[in-house]
């Protein structure tokens, strides 16, 4: 297999892991769990955005593997950030999502990086510039969501 085989099959992940948050009401957990205002526009918006991001990232694994390698550790953070953890933290209370995150975010998330290291593109610059990337990109509709509340960012008079 390929890093561009591995980034392709990321998006399909994460196209199924769509499917399950949104089938399993995500926008109501986030409300009620860990109290982001997100509104299902705001999901189809973000989610749209990944997919593109994706598609990106799986033309151009080839020639940067640290853009790549961001969108697994976007998977990775999800999984365990907005997953995996909140379901411990809550003694067991579901999070639409796990069931994809744990099965699919994981193993293709780290058969990424170990792909990658196999195969000597996995540089300490690209490891820390794709947790960085992936960071980033987990935060940055977080960030928006939050800003988009304050009176400076409100466009209505």
Avoid: C
């Amino acid at each position: 297999m390929t890093l561009e085989v591995w980034a392709w099959l990321a998006v399909a992940a994460y196209a199924l892991h769509i499917m399950e948050e949104f089938a399993l009401d995500w926008r109501e957990w986030a409300r009620s769990v860990i109290g982001m205002p997100v509104e299902w526009t705001d999901f189809y918006i973000t989610n749209a955005a990944v997919i593109v991001l994706g598609v990106v990232q799986a033309q151009l694994a080839g020639v940067l593997p640290v853009v790549a390698l961001s969108f697994a550790a976007l998977m990775l953070i999800n999984a365990t950030v907005f997953h995996v953890l909140p379901i411990m933290a809550t003694n067991g209370r579901f999070s639409p999502g796990a069931i994809t995150a744990v099965l699919l975010f994981y193993p293709i998330g780290i058969g990424m990086y170990r792909f990658a290291a196999a195969n000597g593109m996995l540089t300490r610059g690209v490891l820390l510039g794709s947790m960085l990337g992936g960071a980033v990109l987990m935060a940055y509709p977080i960030v928006l969501l939050r800003l988009k509340g304050l009176p400076y960012f409100k466009q209505a008079p």
